[in-house]
């Protein structure tokens, strides 16, 4: 499964995954604080930034109530097999977080090997 890409999650519902934009902060943060987690800005800053040659960092949006809201986030180093970050809120969107994982994979050793 790749970035910028959508795909139907077992339920039915679309799943679009694709690297974050500075907007996505807002629904990063509602994200994290729906599942009781908290963070700062600056935190949320620092794990949307991302050096593309090292690093790839991406969110996953669903539509939900007829608004589309992020889902989930993940991040993973090039090279690496299993995301370092990866929060996904399943009851909103249940399978986000494998597929967001298996994207994020792909593209760690995709890019890796270029």
């Known amino acids: 499964m790749l970035l910028n890409a959508t795909t139907a999650l077992s339920d039915g519902a679309r799943l679009r995954l694709r690297l974050p ?7 990063v943060r509602a994200l994290l604080l729906g599942l009781g987690l908290e963070t700062r800005d600056l935190d949320l800053v620092r794990a949307l930034r991302f050096a593309p040659r090292e690093r790839v960092v991406a969110c996953a ?6 608004t589309e809201r992020v889902v989930a986030v993940g991040a993973i180093d090039l090279g ?7 929060v996904a809120d399943e009851s909103l969107a249940p399978g986000a ?7 994020l994979r792909e593209r760690s050793l995709r890019d890796a090997a270029a």
Do not use: Y
């Open 97 to 103: 977080g494998a597929a967001l994982s298996g994207a």
């Open 61 to 66: 949006t669903a539509f939900v109530g007829g």
């Open 21 to 27: 934009h500075r907007a996505d902060r807002a629904g």
């Open 80 to 86: 690496e097999r299993e995301p370092d970050l990866l």
